[in-house]
């Protein structure tokens, strides 16, 4: 299985109502950090964000992706919204 | 003294601490290079760490806040986050607000 289609996996236990996982890698080939996983960007969408801030959403998504953090993703950039932040 | 302290004593000793890939003046990555953009802009000059120059420094940072990306930044010894939340943070005006009396 692929990166994204892991990462997808394993979020899936935010209940999101919508995930988006773009693969950067190609743009950053052959720097140093490259070599330890690929660069991902994460659009996601959780009720289960509400009411909280940005830094404790981000540590659910770390939490979220496991191991993964480790081995598989080098790079992550993270947008995480709640439904309604979404449709503003 | 134990990577763990040395991490402890930066982040208490100075008020505005960048842990980063490169310098601010030669970042090695995008993320650090953003990070260490968004403070210039605010006019604080950070107590800056490459990270890339100590691998035992590398690690320990992730374990210090259970973060686990760089950059991350410290302020007046509390983590506020890495370069995604440093940018929302700078958009929303809270980031200045966190670095008033700071500035150079």
Same mark, same amino acid.
């Given at each position: 299985?692929?990166?994204?289609?892991m990462?997808?996996?394993r979020?899936?236990?935010?209940?999101?109502? @919508?995930?988006?996982?773009l693969?950067?890698?190609?743009r950053?080939?052959?720097?140093?950090?490259?070599? &330890?996983?690929?660069?991902?960007?994460?659009?996601?969408?959780?009720?289960?964000? &509400?009411?909280?801030?940005?830094?404790?959403?981000?540590?659910m998504?770390h939490?979220?992706?496991?191991?993964?953090?480790r081995?598989?993703?080098?790079?992550?950039?993270?947008?995480?919204?709640?439904?309604?932040?979404?449709q503003? | 003294?134990?990577?763990? &302290?040395?991490?402890?004593?930066?982040?208490?000793t100075?008020?505005?601490?960048?842990?980063?890939?490169?310098?601010?003046?030669f970042?090695?990555?995008? +993320?650090?290079?953003?990070?260490?953009?968004?403070?210039?802009?605010?006019?604080?000059?950070? +107590?800056?760490?490459?990270?890339? &120059?100590?691998?035992?420094m @590398?690690?320990g940072?992730?374990? +210090?806040?259970?973060?686990?990306?760089?950059p991350?930044l410290?302020?007046?010894?509390q983590?506020?986050?890495?370069?995604?939340?440093?940018?929302?943070?700078?958009?929303?005006?809270?980031?200045?607000?966190?670095?008033?009396?700071?500035?150079?």
């Open positions: 299985m692929n990166v994204p289609a990462m997808e996996a979020l899936a236990s935010l209940a999101p109502s @919508r995930v988006e996982i693969d950067d890698s190609a950053h080939r052959g720097h140093a950090g490259a070599r &330890e996983g690929g660069h991902f960007r994460l659009a996601i969408t959780s009720a289960a964000f &509400e009411g909280l801030p940005t830094l404790a959403r981000h540590r998504v939490a979220a992706l496991g191991d993964l953090m081995n598989g993703i080098h790079a992550l950039s993270i947008s995480a919204a709640t439904p309604s932040e979404f503003s | 003294m134990d990577i763990q &302290e040395v991490i402890k004593e930066q982040v208490t100075h008020p505005v601490v960048l842990y980063m890939k490169g310098t601010p003046q970042p090695q990555c995008g +993320f650090s290079a953003t990070a260490a953009q968004i403070l210039k802009v605010c006019g604080v000059k950070p +107590f800056s760490v490459n990270i890339l &120059e100590d691998a035992a @590398r690690q940072i992730k374990d +210090f806040a259970n973060w686990p990306t760089i991350q410290y302020i007046r010894g983590f506020v986050g890495g370069c995604d939340i440093m940018k929302e943070m700078y958009q929303s005006g809270e980031l200045q607000k966190l670095l008033e009396g700071l500035a150079e």
